[in-house]
């Protein structure tokens, strides 16, 4: 049984990103109570580890080589948004190699010697799993250049001119990092990594597989259908798909009859506003604006954000990016635009569009990025 510790210097837990989402039920973040909820509800072993097929096989593949040699495996860096297990994967590579794990993160490393600290009391085979990595201090992440690449960390003793670097050697282990934003890593950071594991967003199916194991660890008996409607509004995203899990829970207890059906489920995901595509309020106001108000676009970000009453910054990283995933709003160098899915989606009929004063209404989703 792979054990975890935290040291002193773990700052494990903070919110990724800068995004205002507050309790937000479909925010793809979660806050440190929501994380320890989580917890029970994260599988241990590669084999229950639910969808990312292809991260799945190529991470067995290098755990396998590993194990069979009787070496740790090279340093694995996993990427992708927030909610989709990244976590979750580095404590099963952990699990696998039942290996011991220390947890930091980037923000928890203020100084170089933080992170010597602990690299310092690494031993054999342990899994050192730095969340949020793209958010290490330039001097530390250079101490983990080192570390990484020749187990070897330099204690500097004393200061100035006197100071000199002593070489500690270090054990062999491995070091996990998870980031949402890979793209912020320096390039001889990303070099060290032998396996990248890029995670993406679930499709339907697999989150209702994912929602239909969490209920049976919760003790609850969820219909089909109900997880089926569960999935399709939980935005490809594990972490939401446990959360709307949970609020129907307490509808069909509080509300309902305590089962979990179908009839549960709509009605506990009406009382939180999330609609069948996992669109909350904050999302339909803002494309009913550019539809009702706006015509369809082109509409500036700001006049958007301002009928909306939100903050520009909100509505871009809040609001947008599914949205635009989606395929309801197109990005145009002439601002935002609803497609005919988003008018559509509204039940609205888009406007007929006139020769040479276009609607901005495109049946694209994607469009020019500005
Ligand atoms: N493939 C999966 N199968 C089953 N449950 C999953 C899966 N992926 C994630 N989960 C569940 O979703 C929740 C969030 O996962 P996790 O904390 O690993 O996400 P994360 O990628 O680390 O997010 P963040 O970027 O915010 O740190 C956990 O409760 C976990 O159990
Ligand atoms: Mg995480």
């Known amino acids: ?35 320890a909820a989580e917890a029970a509800l994260r599988p241990k072993r590669l084999d229950d580890f639910v969808g990312q097929r292809v991260v799945r096989d190529q991470l067995s593949l290098v755990l396998q080589a590993a194990i069979a040699r009787g070496n740790p495996p090279d340093h694995v860096l996993l990427s992708g948004p927030p909610g989709l297990g990244k976590t979750t994967l580095a404590m099963i590579i952990s699990g696998e190699l039942e290996s011991h794990m220390r947890l930091t993160s980037g923000p ?62 270090l054990p062999r ?69 446990n959360r709307l899990l949970r609020r129907v829970r307490d509808w069909a207890q509080v509300r309902g009859d ?29 494309l009913t604006a550019l539809c009702t108000r706006f015509g369809g676009g ?20 809040v609001a947008e990016p599914y949205l635009v995933r989606e395929g309801l709003v197109g990005r145009t160098p002439r601002g935002r635009v609803a497609t005919l899915a988003a008018w559509e989606h509204l039940g609205l009929t888009p406007p007929a569009p006139t020769p040479g004063y276009g609607t901005g209404t495109t049946n694209q989703g994607t469009l020019l990025d500005p």
Do not use: C, N, W
């Open 108 to 169: 928890a490393i203020q100084h170089a010697g933080d992170l010597a600290a602990v690299l310092s009391s690494l031993e054999e085979g342990d899994v050192l799993f730095i969340d949020e990595i793209h958010r290490l201090a330039r001097p530390a992440e250079e101490l983990l250049y080192v570390a990484m690449e020749d187990f070897r960390v330099d204690v500097v003793v004393g200061k100035g001119a006197g100071a000199s670097a002593i070489p500690l050697a």
């Open 298 to 317: 082109p509409v500036g970000l700001s006049t958007l954000a301002m009928t909306v009453g939100e903050e520009a910054e909100t509505v871009e990283t």
């Open 173 to 241: 282990f491995t070091v996990v990092g998870a980031t949402t934003r890979s793209g912020l890593l320096p390039a001889p950071l990303r070099d060290r990594f032998g396996f990248t594991g890029h995670m993406d967003y679930y499709s339907p199916e697999e989150l209702e597989r994912v929602i239909l194991r969490s209920a049976g660890l919760l003790g609850v008996h969820l219909e089909h259908t109900a997880a089926q409607e569960i999935a399709g509004r939980s935005r490809g995203t594990p972490r939401i798909a």
């Open 258 to 286: 305590g089962r979990l059906d179908l009839h549960a489920a709509k009605s506990a995901l009406e009382v939180y506003e999330v609609d069948p595509i996992g669109l909350d309020r904050l999302d339909r106001a803002v």
């Open 1 to 35: 049984m792979a054990e975890v510790s935290t040291g002193s210097t773990t700052g494990h837990g903070s919110t990724t990103g800068t995004e205002s989402t507050g309790s937000r039920i479909v925010a793809p973040s979660a806050d440190e109570i929501e994380r």
